[in-house]
């Protein structure tokens, strides 16, 4: 990872560790990184998009000054999903999107995500280049009548919701729940499922730039759980703050994650022989209970470093169709180069209506293995992770669980985080050795307190 950006593009505290000044260095570079690779003749166009959180005004206007210093073009999108601006840039042929986002985080963080041509995550050495550009280490300006100008670009939305609607199926009669996380999905899920037929009901889709995943979305599914058992629906589906991944939620009131909808959606490829390479993409934090149920399916599977760009990586050099991660984000690599939540529930609703089962019984044959995950804030992950303690600890964990088990020590790629996972037959047993290796990292001094 870089100096600024991490697995997920940007990301930090608005106005402290992500700041106007960043926003307008990242405009500037882009700008003149989209003159550079656009030829004589072909407008110079960058397409920005943004969630509901109260500081994406600040940091779109700071974009948009550093885009048209630079002599390019701002389409921009307005208040839209992560996927909707990877999608609007391969659609209309841009060389380049941008979504402010801090996808799951509280509305007082904010992040800064790049998508070059295709719609995909932008190139490490792309990025390596724009944050010697943040440090000062290039200067780019134009003048005259090559500065750039300012579009609202209505078309980009409206094509995206084709889209979604041209990838659902007639969901007539079925009962669907939603919560949009007071995020991205607001404006659009509601109406796609609606234009598909169903019943739907939502929560949690009236933001006020400060209530974006307070309490509601994919990390906080228990309203959507409650709702869907008060209401009787047939599924519910909960999102992040952009959009980018999705849950679902049971008949019964279970939650489904990104593992048992890789199972669900990647045997329903199998089944119908379009499961390239008969194989599916997971990262390294899949649940061991996913690959004894893709054994038994027969079906084979890849483990990634954990980020969907990494998924999509492996997706690409090895043509595989499905791949994401157990937090809901989903790659439909025949439709989409980047996860994306109301694409994943209208495949999820489809597997429903055409195998003619609940969810719950698609569900059925995941057996999860108990799993504690512990985040501990940290001063420095790196360090962290290098100590002869903390390292010692991660050993003896591991010798301990053998191959009845396993531990995952690694630093998140958006937060100052070090995440700690444990997999054993007994959650008792995950959550002692869990913090054991806690109690090592916080005995190092490493724990930060704020």
Do not use: W
Request: aromatic share 8%; hydrophobic share 40%.
């Amino acid at each position: 990872m870089g100096r600024y950006f991490g697995t997920d593009g940007f990301r930090g505290e608005a106005n402290v560790s992500l700041t106007a000044a960043h926003a307008y260095k990242i405009g500037e570079f882009i700008g003149a990184y989209v003159r550079e690779k656009s030829g004589e003749g072909v407008p110079y166009e960058v397409v920005i998009g943004k969630d509901t959180r109260i500081s994406g005004d600040m940091l779109e206007s700071a974009l948009i000054a550093g885009l048209t210093a630079a002599g390019a073009n701002a389409l921009l999108l307005g208040v839209t999903t992560t996927p909707a601006v990877a999608f609007t840039v391969n659609k209309f042929n841009l060389a380049c999107g941008i979504m402010i986002s801090a996808s799951h985080n509280p509305y007082y963080d904010n992040g800064i995500k790049l998508f070059c041509a295709r719609g995909e995550k932008m190139r490490e050495d792309v990025i390596a280049e724009l944050e010697d550009h943040i440090d000062g280490k290039s200067e780019i300006a134009v003048t005259r009548e090559n500065i750039g100008r300012v579009f609202r670009f209505y078309e980009g939305e409206e094509e995206y919701k084709k889209f979604l609607v041209s990838n659902g199926v007639n969901l007539s009669g079925l009962k669907v729940g939603l919560d949009c996380a007071n995020g991205s999905a607001y404006g659009i899920a509601k109406e796609v499922f609606t234009a598909l037929g169903a019943t739907v009901t939502v929560i949690n889709d009236n933001p006020d730039g400060l209530n974006i995943n307070a309490s509601c979305g994919s990390t906080h599914i228990e309203g959507l759980q409650k709702l869907v058992k008060e209401k009787g629906l047939d599924i519910g589906f909960a999102y992040d703050g952009d959009a980018d991944r999705c849950l679902a939620v049971d008949e019964k009131g279970n939650v489904v994650n990104g593992d048992k909808i890789l199972y669900v959606c990647g045997t329903y490829l199998k089944d119908r022989g379009r499961l390239a390479n008969n194989t599916v993409v997971t990262t390294v934090m899949s649940n061991f209970g996913l690959y004894k149920a893709f054994d038994k399916a027969g079906i084979n599977y890849a483990k990634t470093a954990v980020g969907d760009k990494y998924v999509r990586e492996y997706m690409l050099s090895e043509g595989c169709v499905i791949g994401g991660e157990q937090s809901g984000h989903i790659i439909f690599g025949e439709l989409a180069n980047t996860g994306d939540g109301i694409l994943t529930s209208l495949k999820i609703a489809q597997v429903m209506l055409e195998k003619r089962t609940s969810l719950s019984s698609l569900c059925g044959a995941v057996t999860e293995y108990p799993q504690v995950l512990i985040n501990v804030k940290v001063t420095d992950k790196t360090a962290a992770q290098e100590d002869a303690r903390v390292n010692e600890a991660i050993k003896v964990a591991a010798d301990e669980l053998g191959d009845k088990g396993r531990i995952l020590v690694r630093e998140s790629g958006t937060e100052p985080l070090v995440r700690i996972m444990v997999e054993a037959e007994e959650k008792k047993a995950c959550e002692r050795i869990a913090e054991s290796v806690k109690a090592a990292i916080v005995g190092g001094g490493y724990e930060r307190k704020d």
